[in-house]
């Protein structure tokens, strides 16, 4: 169970919501794949409630393929089809200027759960496709994960493709290798401005919404990708430039979820 108590939640930027949590879910296998983009190339894409976040003057877009596990609401049973399948966001950092606060906006985020997408798009406004998704790990020789953990796999290969109907085409395949891990990232560095962000905003009903999460800083490894196949910004016309991207792989996070509530200054 993750652990709500003050000392625990000391690294976060705002307080807790004072309502109970809703959703608990845990993050895993999952990795960071980030490149750097213009602003201008972002700004007609999100609200004008909310700026275009940005580090030393860029903007980022972040592809974050991972797999959701024991995934439930507030005090029901694990439902079958609905609590372990494969995700994939395409996401950018934002900011609502009156609140301070910053998050995070998904152009996309394609599960292999049909359910799961169905229950987002109705409760959150979220943009979910559904996809064949295959997250399959290569686990290193030898070693036994301590009680609550895992050992880091040797690689990772995602592979997605979008099968949602009258969605854009959204192929996605690559292979990761996890390296060492590091040293918790320190509030001002890149690695924290991607990571650290505890809640996300998306419209629904046509009005801004905004959702809270939380968990422990996230447990970060170096890591290496080799990407195959990447269509999954072309139907939001953003070029990624030729670049590899900043890499960070993390083996699990467990989250808790709070229900999305309209954003007012």
């Known amino acids: 169970m993750i652990d709500l108590s003050p000392t625990a939640t000391t690294h976060r930027p705002w307080p807790l919501p004072p309502s109970r949590w809703a959703l608990s879910m845990r993050w895993a296998t999952l990795t960071f794949l980030h490149w750097p983009v213009p602003v201008a190339a972002l700004r007609p894409l999100i609200p004008e409630a909310l700026e275009v976040d940005t580090f030393d003057g860029e903007a980022w877009i972040g592809i974050v393929p991972f797999r959701m596990e024991q995934t439930k609401l507030r005090g029901l049973p694990l439902v079958p089809g609905t609590h372990t399948f494969g995700e994939f966001n395409v996401r950018t950092y934002v900011r609502h200027a009156p609140t301070g606060r910053a998050g995070v906006w998904f152009f996309s985020l394609d599960a292999a759960s049909f359910l799961a997408v169905w229950a987002a798009r109705v409760s959150f406004g979220l943009p979910y496709f559904n996809a064949d998704i295959r997250v399959t ?118 989250v808790v979820a709070w229900p999305p509530r309209t954003v007012t200054e």
């Open 137 to 254: 790990r290569e686990e290193a020789p030898g070693g036994t994960a301590p009680p609550g953990a895992s050992l880091v796999p040797r690689t990772v290969q995602y592979v997605s493709r979008r099968t949602h109907r009258g969605a854009p085409d959204g192929v996605f395949e690559a292979t990761v290798t996890p390296g060492n891990r590091l040293a918790p990232a320190e509030a001002g560095s890149l690695a924290h401005w991607f990571t650290e962000r505890y809640a996300l905003f998306a419209t629904r009903f046509g009005r801004l919404v905004t959702g809270d999460i939380h968990h422990r800083p996230w447990p970060l490894h170096a890591a290496e990708a080799h990407i195959q196949t990447n269509t999954l910004v072309s139907g939001w016309d953003i070029a990624l430039p030729d670049t590899d991207p900043l890499v960070h792989y993390a083996d699990f996070v467990d």
